[in-house]
């Protein structure tokens, strides 16, 4: 099943880049329609918990045939990386907006080699109990939202993820047995639910304005290829206020709840930390089964493709939603560069610096953070 898995990835990949190829060939003649761009990248990038990133990176941003001028772009990102972390990913992400907006569908497909650091599980892990967990990871995330009204969505949501070839190790590199942890052997499990968004963003990639809304309900069970039962649920919440109204100065908001019950698998908690929210702050450096997190960021352009940010995060995680405590909030603060490497359809390399309590990070890679 791996193997297929493996080259299920290859495939779709294929597909979607001949997708996206066909539909840049057969662009419109007309000089107000949108152009479609495809853009190789190398793929060089850094955050704390990878360090320095290596390998290739594509950026395609189109519109399908019949889309109109009020049809938002789609996008596909596709990268291979490599760490000196001996991380290893095939990764393939994309946002496809029918015409007329009357379906969305959003997918990802990645395989990972990607070892992690581990401290446990709560928000009161001590830097001392990190550990180093190994593993390979197949996952498939996909939603298919179909138009109700006015920007609301609804439709099918499923995850799958399939981790295998687990092992542990302390800070000397040397060989640890597996701590006591849900998952902890390795798992596959399959979440089926349902999803919805309320979405207004005047674009996908870059929003200057107008706000977004999902939520999303996944059920995992042993009844469908599943070694643990539980559930999720997220709720994520954005809104975007444009000042000049072309999108020179921007703030933004952003907060993201997930709560999982049941048995939930170390990889699938909620995580603390990361590119995207709480910068500064290493991705599952805190996890548990329930966590908040909020963050707001300043944007400004500077000059031409120039841009910089300011941003704030707040957060924290506990075993459930009544045990969350505000003393033990974690927060973080910082400062960041953009430079738009697309001037029709704004999309930005971003070099982001964040802080916390005792914690810090650098954070180089395509795209906002939100």
Do not use: C
Not at 190 to 210: A, F, H, M, V, Y
Request: aromatic share 14%; proline share 5%; glycine share 10%.
């Amino acid at each position: 099943m791996i193997e297929q898995m493996k080259n299920g990835n290859s495939i779709l990949l294929t597909i979607l880049l001949s997708a996206v190829l066909t539909l840049h060939a057969q662009e419109p003649t007309d000089t107000t329609a949108y152009k479609s761009k495809i853009t190789p990248l190398p793929n060089i990038g850094y955050s704390p918990d990878t360090k320095l990133v290596l390998g290739a990176f594509i950026l395609a941003q189109f519109k399908p045939k019949r889309s109109g001028e009020a049809t938002r772009p789609s996008n596909l990102m596709a990268s291979v990386a490599f760490t000196f972390e001996k991380q290893t990913s095939i990764e393939t992400y994309y946002n496809i907006v029918f015409p007329q907006e009357k379906w969305l569908w959003n997918g990802a497909v990645f395989f990972q080699r990607w070892p992690i650091r581990y401290w446990g599980v709560g928000p009161d892990t001590r830097e001392e109990d990190e550990i180093t967990i190994d593993y390979r990871n197949i996952a498939l995330e996909q939603s298919l939202y179909r138009s109700i009204n006015n920007g609301i969505y609804i439709g099918p949501k499923v995850h799958f993820r399939h981790m295998y070839d687990v092992n542990y190790k302390d800070e000397d590199n040397e060989p640890l047995d597996a701590p006591n942890i849900t998952g902890g052997d390795g798992s596959t499990n399959l979440g089926i639910g349902l999803g919805g968004t309320w979405d207004k963003r005047n674009s996908i990639l870059t929003p200057t304005e107008n706000h977004y809304v999902e939520f999303s309900a996944l059920f995992y069970s042993p009844n469908w290829l599943g070694d643990f039962s539980f559930q999720t649920y997220t709720l994520d919440v954005r809104k975007y206020f444009d000042f000049d109204t072309q999108g020179k100065t921007v703030m933004a908001f952003h907060g993201i709840s997930k709560l999982n019950k049941g048995e939930v698998p170390f990889r699938d908690m909620s995580l603390l930390g990361g590119s995207k929210i709480m910068r500064g702050y290493i991705e599952g450096r805190f996890r548990d089964k329930v966590g908040l997190q909020v963050q707001t960021e300043y944007r400004q352009i500077i000059k031409g493709r120039f841009g910089m940010v300011l941003f704030a995060a707040s957060g924290n995680v506990a075993p459930s939603l009544g045990n969350i405590e505000l003393k033990k909030t974690k927060w973080t603060l910082g400062t960041g560069l953009r430079y738009n490497i697309n001037k029709a359809d704004p999309t930005y390399i971003r070099f982001d610096y964040g802080f916390g309590k005792d914690t810090s990070g650098f954070y180089l890679t395509l795209g906002e953070a939100f």
